[in-house]
């Protein structure tokens, strides 16, 4: 019988009184860990710094746990340990978000490759500093909860969640699982409650920075069947008609509609906070309901059961999520940028792997002096960039283009 709480390396017994569990532990080890800290300077869809109001990796991540928590806990897994996957499952990801992870994936492509998935679960048992030789040395269960694509890179397949040389702890991790591909429910949970909160909230976002509005949309039935055409080709299988149907319900959706006059007053501010909370609501109660409905009223957790997320929920989120694909990340003068953001990272690589190890942070240095092949070393180079934030990427390729 596989044990969901054994952790892959062995520790000291700690007994500090308090009766902490296991998953708690693991928890407060992910929320006291540099590669969360991190997050605070990393890009959700806007450029962190560039506003106050906006969100980051980090607290989009805080979003994403609490969601996955309170809707786990109504399931019946262990609140923790869908805790820890909301709050863990964006570690891996590099300086520019999506756009940064793309640039790195090209660079990399002859050494494996990037994702930052498979990034996520190398800076949780590798690369954070807590136990040797294990990173963070969480439990099977938290470090399961945290794999949204459990399988090695494949032919034609752009999501995976494990690196070649990180294979050891995976199939730990993967140990007495009924089905090679298949996802715990705290993973599938985790996942639905992260499409949820970018998906609303890259959308309140866009609102409040007045790159979204709803006026196009309700009056130019090109502009409607352009959006869905975006959707189709990025977020969703769904036919064109489906989608304009969609799209027209979601419009005239009582908690949508009022954001028409959206003009950034504290009244239009409170309307885009009510739409937000009815629409998230309406998306973790759809998945909680047809769950459910499916598979009882009984304590479900790990193998037992799978997420059920209705068609319809997953059309809209799909629609919310090409909203903020056409109007924020799409919008007019930012490709200049996205390009200069490919042109930093590949850049970076190219110059680390001629300086190294000198111009390597301590904790990488010995770690490129000690790799056994070429492939290892290019992979410590990886590490390095993908572990930088939005600004220490930009101040690392001004210095080492200066010198």
Not at 388 to 393: E, F, G, N
Request: proline letters at 5%; a negative charge; charged letters at 30%.
């Amino acid at each position: 019988m596989v044990d969901p709480s054994e952790r892959f390396a062995t520790e000291p017994g700690k007994d500090t009184g308090s009766g902490r569990s296991p998953y708690e532990r693991d928890r407060a080890r992910v929320l006291h860990s540099a590669g969360f800290r991190r997050l605070a300077a990393k890009t959700q869809v806007h450029t962190a710094g560039s506003g106050d109001f906006l969100r980051t990796r980090l607290t989009h991540s805080i979003e994403v746990a609490q969601i996955a928590r309170e809707m786990g806990a109504r399931l019946g897994c262990d609140p923790d340990v869908v805790d820890v996957a909301g709050l863990a499952h964006d570690l891996g990801h590099p300086p520019f978000g999506h756009n940064g992870e793309d640039a790195l994936d090209e660079v990399a492509r002859p050494w494996g490759g990037f994702e930052g998935n498979a990034q996520t679960l190398r800076v949780l048992s590798r690369l954070e500093a807590k136990v040797e030789g294990a990173g963070l040395n969480l439990t099977r269960a938290s470090l399961d909860a945290t794999c949204k694509y459990p399988w090695p890179r494949r032919e034609g397949t752009r999501k995976f969640g494990v690196y070649a040389d990180d294979r050891p702890v995976f199939d730990w991790i993967r140990l007495g699982v009924p089905e090679s591909d298949r996802r715990c429910l705290e993973a599938q949970v985790m996942d639905w409650s992260d499409d949820v909160a970018y998906s609303v909230h890259d959308v309140e976002d866009g609102f409040f920075s007045g790159f979204i509005s709803l006026r196009p949309l309700l009056d130019d039935a090109d502009e409607r069947a352009a959006l869905c055409a975006d959707v189709a080709r990025v977020y969703s299988s769904e036919s064109a008609a489906t989608l304009a149907a969609a799209l027209g319900e979601l419009l005239a959706d009582p908690a949508v509609a009022p954001l028409a006059g959206y003009d950034g007053s504290y009244r239009a501010q409170i309307a885009l906070k009510a739409c937000t909370s009815a629409l998230t609501g309406r998306f973790v109660a759809a998945a909680l309901d047809a769950t459910r409905d499916k598979y009882g009223d009984g304590r479900l957790r790990r193998y037992d059961a799978d997420l059920i997320v209705p068609t319809s929920a997953r059309i809209r989120c799909a629609l919310l999520k090409g909203i903020a694909l056409r109007y924020v990340m799409r919008r007019r003068g930012m490709e200049p940028w996205y390009t200069r953001q490919r042109e930093i990272l590949t850049e970076l690589v190219a110059l680390l792997a001629d300086r190294a190890p000198d111009e390597l942070d301590p904790m990488f240095a010995p770690l490129w002096r000690e790799a056994a092949d070429d492939t290892a070393r290019w992979r410590v180079i990886i590490d390095q960039v993908a572990s930088l934030t939005d600004p220490a990427a930009q101040s690392w390729h001004h210095r080492l283009t200066s010198s």
